[in-house]
């Protein structure tokens, strides 16, 4: 039986080869999505991947959300929590709204989505959490006080959950990745962003493939011995 995989934010960006990396490794993918409803339909129907609409920074509806998942496809064995904002402003300038926005949709929806399918992965035995941290939850980043903070804490997030899965065939690990090729890293100044090219060893901007597939290993059988662990890939700008 073919596992049943969600892909938060699933549709677009490092979500978008996400979702396609974990369908041709053979899983039933279910992308989510909050806003944009012709990019989707259009990912759907290029890929033929169903995509499920709601806003996984509201409890209730990551709720009902995944009940129509596990109606339409299957129990969730793999939860890939990807969805994510940016509202980069300095602190001295931020408003509350930039802040609390941020830390809803990137932090919040952490517990909202993870908690809705915990109970299952445990109940059946096994389970693989996904978190998508960033460079700039590792290092801090001006501008991102919100986005850092949030990213940040998937770890410590991630480092419980672990533990506490362990004994239930669940693993639970972050992947870290620095910029990469997406609409979010083309929204940064283009000044700026050239100067964030030449701190990257590797010398460019990383793929969302490159991504993908590290996803797609720590969703497999062979790494259930992973877990709690936060793999770091960013072309070398910043080593842990
Ligand atoms: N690396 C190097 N220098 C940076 C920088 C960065 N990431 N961000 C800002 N700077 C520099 C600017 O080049 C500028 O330098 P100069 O004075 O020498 O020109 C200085 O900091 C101030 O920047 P601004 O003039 O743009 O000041 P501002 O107040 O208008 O805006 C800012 C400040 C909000 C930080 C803006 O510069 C910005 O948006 N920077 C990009 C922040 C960033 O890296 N965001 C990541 C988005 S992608 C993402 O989040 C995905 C992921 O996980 C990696």
């Not at 990551?62 to 939860?79: N, R, Y």
């Not at 460079?135 to 991630?158: E, P, R, V």
Request: with cysteine; charged share 20%; glycine share 12%.
């Amino acid at each position: 039986m073919a596992r049943v995989a969600v892909v938060t934010g699933g549709s677009r960006g490092i979500g978008e080869a996400i979702s396609k990396g974990l369908k041709a490794a053979g899983y039933k993918v279910a992308a989510t999505y909050h806003g944009n409803d012709e990019a989707a339909q259009k990912f759907k129907a290029e890929t033929g991947i169903e995509v499920f609409k709601w806003d996984v920074g509201k409890y209730e509806d990551c709720k009902a959300g995944i009940a129509t998942v596990e109606a339409a496809l299957g129990p969730v064995d793999v939860l890939v929590n990807n969805a994510g904002i940016t509202r980069d402003v300095m602190l001295h300038k931020m408003t509350p709204e930039q802040w609390h926005a941020v830390i809803q949709t990137n932090l919040d929806s952490l517990f909202f989505m993870t908690r809705c399918v915990i109970e299952g992965m445990r109940n059946r035995g096994f389970g693989r959490v996904i978190t998508i941290g960033s460079i700039n939850g590792q290092k801090g980043q001006m501008g991102q006080t919100n986005y850092s903070a949030a990213k940040s804490a998937t770890i410590g997030f991630t480092k419980a959950l672990a533990q506490e899965g362990a004994s239930k065939g669940i693993t639970a690990n972050v992947i870290a990745p620095g910029y990469i090729a997406t609409d979010m890293v083309r929204a940064v100044p283009e000044n700026v962003l050239q100067k964030i090219v030449g701190q990257i060893p590797v010398g460019r901007l990383g793929e969302s493939d490159e991504i993908a597939r590290a996803v797609v290993f720590l969703a497999s059988d062979q790494a259930g011995f992973i877990t709690g662990s936060t793999l770091t890939i960013n072309g070398g700008q910043y080593m842990t």
